[in-house]
């Protein structure tokens, strides 16, 4: 079964048997956009982290993000799904979901909730011991996250603080500490986040008052375009923040990295309609490259200084 928003044709879905495939989708590798946004910031800290210390990109680590991202991304998927089990069963695009269809019971899901955070384990006792408290500390906002939806407007917030928590923990892994750069370069993530899944929101709206459900896009409603546009400016003045505190506001990689980022936000900002789910979805998935240009940017400038 493919789900609505999911990437189709993929092939390990066609490769796995058929019996791994609800499992599959309960840690979303079937929408693999999730992991790419939560690696994102885990990369822009490490590559401002290696600038500031003129020193080339921690390969390692950014290898070692992507698989953490994999697996907290899917560690917090299937926990989010255990939680909101039946509000899911009640939204069009949730309600063919593995626990909701009944296609993986809650008992086994809970075992695969703990397999996936014992892989993420692994991967942050890889770092220092700041690092992993650090990472640690994090768990306490996915934990909250499901149950914000159902008593504020603002969960996307939320998210935001969880899904950008690797804004610090890039630097801390290679640095073994934090500083302002960071700080600057996290909560311009969390704004960032708070836009695109405010996008991907809009996909819910009509169905959302029936299950209970609040979001920035329902409040926002036919304002979206605006509220998206403020919102990713702040995102962006803070990641310029980030630069400047690190010290290389002027390196020119950097800034073209942050100008093509400004562009791709900007051409969001343009074709967003609350009106539009399917064109929300195409919006919000675009994401990744808008990532992937500032990362560009922030890695070809901390390769250049070392050349």
């Known amino acids: ?12 879905f066609r490769i796995t048997p058929r019996s791994w495939q609800p499992y599959l989708q309960l840690a979303r590798l079937d929408r693999p956009i999730g992991w790419w946004l939560l690696v994102l910031p885990c990369w822009w800290s490490s590559a401002l982290a290696s600038i500031a210390a003129h020193q080339p990109p921690h390969v390692s680590h950014l290898a070692l993000f992507v698989v953490g991202a994999m697996a907290m991304r899917g560690a917090g998927s299937t926990y989010n799904d255990i939680i909101d089990r039946y509000v899911d069963a009640k939204v069009e695009r949730t309600r063919y979901r593995p626990i909701p269809s009944g296609r993986v019971s809650v008992a086994a899901a809970r075992i695969f909730l703990v397999f996936q955070a014992l892989i993420g384990l692994a991967v942050v006792l890889c770092f220092s011991r700041f690092t992993i ?59 960032w986040t708070i836009g695109y899944d405010t996008i991907y929101a809009i996909q819910d709206a009509r169905d959302d008052p029936a299950a209970g459900i609040k979001s920035t896009a329902r409040m926002f409603g036919a304002s979206v375009r605006p509220a998206v546009g403020v919102i990713y400016g702040g995102a962006l003045i803070l990641i310029e923040g980030a630069l400047f505190s690190a010290g290389i506001g002027g390196n020119a990689l950097a800034q073209l990295g942050v100008a093509g980022f400004a562009l791709h936000l900007g051409r969001q900002i343009w074709r967003v309609d609350a009106a539009d789910p399917v064109g929300a979805l195409a919006l919000f998935r675009s994401n990744r490259d808008a990532g992937l240009i500032l990362f560009a940017g922030l890695a070809l400038a901390a390769l250049a200084q070392v050349a």
């Open 1 to 12: 079964m493919v789900l609505p928003d999911a990437a189709p044709g993929q092939l390990l």
């Open 133 to 191: 408290l650090l990472g640690m500390a994090s768990l306490v906002i996915v934990a909250i996250y499901p149950f914000m939806k159902r008593i504020s407007s603002w969960p996307q917030l939320v998210l935001g603080l969880a899904f950008a928590w690797g804004g610090l923990v890039g630097w801390a892994a290679a640095m073994g500490s934090l500083a302002g750069a960071p700080v600057w370069l996290y909560a311009g993530a969390v704004l």
